[in-house]
């Protein structure tokens, strides 16, 4: 079996299984939904040279397919209206491992986070496909999850913000986390379902769907970008 056929064979493997699972977490009061709310921000996770480009130990699986071109599309939809827009990547200033006084804590010894050093602009810097322009934030985070130690929640707070719009990689850490304490922090948390990747078959299919139990609604591209132009047409008019 190729590792095409194998992967169509598992994701129509979790598809039957989830819709099981749906069916028992509904009879339990799961999956309700959390709904879009009066301001959007737009939070994309680690869609950085080192997670989207070959040939590194982060590089997830449809990234040119899939995750770019759905983020592009939000992009334009964020910009077009003057929604926040917030580029996660990672990065380490200490990446020696013998060092006990390295800003990657403990990480390093569960993941390859060490590759990715603060010298090396190239590897933490924003995927060119999906570069940042003026007026959008560049948020450095140390952590899986882009809350944790940042000032992401004041910086969203500040500016009104009470959805988020979550895109990136992975769906079983980073994104998920980000996710988790979004909604912890008490916004209205949405995974945009074609926008998140992972490096492992499978991954993406039982985090959404998982997610979508728990934590935050998992929505289409093209229902976030309806809700973008919804919301978009009642936005205050700026000040003279």
């Known amino acids: ?14 598809e039957a299984a989830f819709a099981e699972a749906t069916r028992r977490y ?7 939904r959390v709904g879009f709310g009066k301001k959007p921000a737009l939070i994309s ?7 989207t480009r070959p040939g590194n130990p982060f590089t997830c699986e449809h990234v040119d397919d899939q995750i ?12 077009k209206h003057g929604f926040p ?8 200033q200490v990446t020696d491992r013998t060092n006990p006084h390295t800003d990657m804590g403990l990480w390093h010894d569960k993941i390859p986070v060490d590759v990715v050093d603060e010298k090396d602009t190239n590897l933490w810097a924003i995927d060119s496909r999906i570069a940042p322009i003026e007026g959008e934030q560049v948020l450095v985070k140390k952590r899986a999850s882009a809350f944790h130690g940042t000032y992401l929640a004041g910086f969203l707070r500040a500016a ?17 986390e980000t996710i988790c ?15 998140i990747g992972d490096r492992v078959p499978g ?20 229902r976030c970008l309806q809700y973008l132009d919804e919301i978009g047409k009642n936005k205050p008019a700026k000040a003279a």
């Not at 079996?1 to 979790?14: G, I, V």
């Not at 991954?203 to 093209?222: M, P, R, S, Y």
Request: net charge negative; proline share 1%; glycine share 8%.
């Open 45 to 51: 996770v680690d869609l950085a040279n080192a997670w």
């Open 1 to 14: 079996m190729s590792d095409k056929e194998f992967n169509a064979h598992l994701e129509k493997t979790l």
């Open 203 to 222: 991954a993406v299919l039982w985090n959404l769907f998982d997610i979508d139990a728990k934590f935050g609604d998992v929505e289409t591209t093209e």
């Open 85 to 92: 827009v917030v580029h996660v990547t990672t990065c380490y």
């Open 181 to 195: 304490d979004g909604l912890a922090d008490g916004f209205r948390t949405i995974a945009v379902k074609e926008a």
């Open 160 to 176: 009104g913000v009470d959805t988020i719009l979550v895109t990136g990689v992975t769906a079983s850490a980073c994104v998920r």
């Open 68 to 79: 770019i071109p759905a983020m592009q599309k939000l992009l334009v939809g964020f910009r």
């Open 26 to 32: 509904q009879a339990r009061g799961f999956q309700r």
